[in-house]
């Protein structure tokens, strides 16, 4: 089999996608140009495979309120709140917000999820108790319940005896 790249126009939307190329132009801009006779992935896979130029940078993506969130003291706040200060919701601003923060070094405060358990095993006196008196003072009654105990008693740092 041939095992060489094929350097020449193949197909005639190959052929559209490359007379459509311009270096001024982004990829999607090309993809429209052509008539969008492919998927825009072919049109990223024949820019890279015969070495056009094209551009990129086609808009900033900078989060837009970046420079509200510099002006708020962000160390005493959680990304939650951060969000409600610009009146956002949504996952995706979410974490628009948790990349900027992190992104540009600015403080705030991380918020660790805890299990249903957690907060009921920090209130015990787990030392002289094993895994097993922990499910049932936990109400756990199933075999695979009393399993997860283990990574959780690991993370909080609690001490529990032994079975024998």
């Not at 095992?3 to 801009?29: C, M, V």
């Not at 005493?76 to 200060?85: F, G, L």
Request: contains cysteine; proline residues 3%.
């Amino acid at each position: 089999m041939n095992e060489q790249k094929r350097t020449g126009p193949q197909t005639g939307k190959d052929r559209a996608i490359l007379i459509a190329a311009l270096p001024d132009l982004t990829p999607h801009q090309i993809w429209e140009r052509a008539g969008k006779v492919c998927s825009l992935s072919h049109v990223y896979y024949l820019l890279r495979t015969r070495n056009l130029e094209c551009n990129k940078h086609n808009h900033d993506r900078r989060f837009k309120e970046l420079a509200e969130i510099q002006a708020m003291d962000t160390a005493s706040m959680t990304v939650a709140q951060v969000m409600t200060r610009l009146n956002l919701a949504g996952r995706g601003n979410y974490h628009r917000v948790l990349n900027t923060l992190t992104k540009n070094n600015l403080p705030f405060i991380k918020v660790v999820k805890h299990s249903k358990y957690e907060s009921r095993l920090l209130e015990m006196d787990t030392k002289n108790m094993t895994v097993t008196e922990i499910a049932a003072e936990l109400g756990m009654t199933k075999q695979w319940q009393k399993s997860k105990l283990y990574p959780i008693l690991k993370s909080i740092g609690l001490e529990y005896k032994k079975e024998k």
